[in-house]
Structure formats: structure tokens, C-alpha cells
């Protein structure tokens, strides 16, 4: 993405999406698996074929849609392929994580402006399939408030908000730190909450390339800071 091309989109193969998927899945083994920018319907039917011919425990699907550029938002998947997206993928995901305006998108651009509506969103999705559900409410006002719903109760992460625009990649950040944990045999909310401590370290050393939006910082963990993080859990 860059502001002189607005989208710059060069879709892979799928011979080559299938070359990759064999390699990791042959060569290394896979304990956790997530899906992220997928484009396009085809592509995501062939990656949804490849998962279900797979035992694995962990699939987390980011749907991702938008992308930051500058004060506005890139979209990044075909009107087509959100069908597909919710049709294939959803059934067969451990964690979905869609952001405020993805799940809006998914949902036919129903209003989503607090955590009230997060709630519902993430009910009206559960029911699709995904064995959980977490809305990333980076777009709230207030604390930076994360709602999952795993079936039965719901869970809050809250930080406080840092202030900053240097944000581009904290949504791919935290759906791939929860990938890891799971990864490593954490449960599913004690994934999310070290995700959400991950996805905030790297946010709050944020930088900025001359005047445009800045990526998070990942390495930023390695200090060990602690940060203020409250979990709640709400039965359904």
C-alpha cells in the first residue's frame, strides 16, 4: 500500500498457495495455522480445501478486509470472496478475528460503535461456525476494548488507548501472536490475553516513516515491560 497507488494487490497462483501449504504442512508440521489476506473467492476455496483435509487443532481466521492508508481505509478483499470467506472458512476456524469494520462488512455494514454491539456482532458470527469469535475494537472510543465470544461467556480485554497513529499491522500482529500461543498449547483466552499484551508493547513503540501511518513494533517485547491489562469475564 503506499499513497500514490492506493492498493497495489498481486494476487499468487494457487498452484503456488498449494506448493506452500504442502511444504509447511509436509516438511516443518504445523501446530497452529492462520489465514489472513486472501483476496479473492478462488483463492479462498482452494485454502479452505486445503484445512479440510487436515486434522489441525488450531485455525485462526483474520478476515482481513481493509488496510490503513494514511486517514483512510484500503480495501483489500472482493466483494465476491466475503461469501466464500464466511461459507468455507468460518465453519472449520478455532478463532475468528475480525476487527469492528470487518465484522461490520461481514454482517451486511451492520452498525458496530460499542461494546454493546461488538457482543451482538460476535453472536451473529459465532453462529456461523467458528468455535470462537473476537472482535478487535481498536476503533472504540475510550480504553482499546477486545470482545470474544467463545459459545458461552463473553470476555473483555481492556487497555488503555494509546495515542497514536502509527498503527498498520496491529490487527495482523495480534491474530498472529494468538496463532503462536496456541501454537505453544496455551488455552484460547490465555492466548488472547498474551496477544493483547503482545499487539499493545508493539503499539506503544510505534514509529512513523516521514509523515505517513507507521507500523507497530514487534521487537518492542523484548523489554519486559509490564503493561495494564484487565480481563472480565460475562456469561451469556
Not at 456461523?128 to 458461552?152: C, E, S, W, Y
Amino acid at each position: 500500500q503506499h499513497p500514490k497507488t492506493k492498493q497495489n494487490v498481486h494476487p499468487i497462483n494457487l498452484e503456488a498457495i498449494e506448493a506452500q501449504f504442502s511444504a509447511a504442512h509436509q516438511r516443518t508440521g504445523v501446530d497452529a495455522v492462520k489465514t489472513g489476506m486472501l483476496f479473492s473467492q478462488d483463492v479462498i476455496v482452494k485454502v479452505a480445501q486445503l484445512l479440510a483435509k487436515e486434522s489441525y487443532t488450531n485455525i485462526v481466521v483474520d478476515p482481513v478486509m481493509v488496510g490503513k492508508l494514511g486517514k483512510l481505509d484500503a480495501k483489500l478483499l472482493k466483494d465476491e470472496a466475503i461469501e466464500a470467506l464466511k461459507e468455507k472458512l468460518f465453519p472449520l476456524a478455532s478463532l475468528i478475528m475480525p476487527n469492528m469494520l470487518e465484522a461490520s462488512l461481514l454482517l451486511d455494514e451492520r452498525p458496530i460503535k460499542s461494546i454493546k454491539d461488538m457482543k451482538n456482532a460476535a453472536l451473529t458470527l459465532y453462529r456461523m461456525g467458528p468455535k470462537n469469535v473476537l472482535i478487535k475494537g481498536g476503533r472504540l472510543d475510550g480504553h482499546a476494548t477486545d470482545v470474544l465470544f467463545d459459545g458461552q461467556s463473553f470476555w473483555l480485554f481492556e487497555t488503555p488507548r494509546i495515542p497514536t497513529l502509527n498503527t498498520s499491522g496491529a490487527g495482523d500482529t495480534i491474530s498472529a501472536a494468538a496463532t503462536a500461543f496456541l501454537a505453544q498449547g496455551y488455552a484460547m483466552v490465555k492466548s488472547i490475553e498474551k496477544a493483547k499484551q503482545f499487539v499493545t508493547q508493539a503499539i506503544a513503540h510505534s514509529f512513523s516513516y516521514q509523515k505517513k501511518v507507521g507500523p507497530v513494533n514487534q521487537f518492542a517485547n523484548r523489554s519486559g515491560a509490564e503493561l495494564q491489562l484487565n480481563v472480565l469475564q460475562e456469561k451469556s
